[in-house]
């Protein structure tokens, strides 16, 4: 039970981060923007996929990598979907190449954490 709510709540954590930014900022994550805007959002999805993998792994309590690369999973199947849809954007390839990683470093980091103690 715990695994799935780390799964749950890590990746709700990233989804809610990501559409706060985007709502937030009348942005539409699809549409080409200000470079400063692509790069502030791609550091703030990093972070919040960090912690995502992190925080998702934790909670399950597990010392393995699974709750991490499930949710990994399902961020670049979202992203994958977003590409299928409206086409490559900036927004998905960014989820792709630096948000997913991001997300796995987090729960690398908890995972080797949990083995520690």
Request: net charge positive; hydrophobic share 60%; aromatic share 12%.
């Amino acid at each position: 039970m715990r695994t799935i709510a780390g799964i749950i709540l890590g990746y709700l954590l990233f989804a809610f981060s990501a559409f706060a930014l985007f709502r937030v900022t009348h942005q539409n994550p699809h549409a080409p923007t200000m470079m400063g805007f692509e790069i502030t959002a791609i550091v703030y999805g990093m972070f919040f996929a960090f912690l995502a993998g992190y925080w998702g792994t934790g909670i399950a309590g597990r010392s393995d990598m699974l709750v991490a690369v499930i949710i990994a999973m399902i961020m670049a199947a979202g992203a994958i979907a977003s590409m299928v849809k409206v086409g490559l954007g900036w927004s998905p390839m960014a989820a792709l190449v630096c948000m997913v990683p991001a997300e796995l470093v987090g729960g690398y980091l908890q995972a080797r954490k949990g083995r520690q103690t």
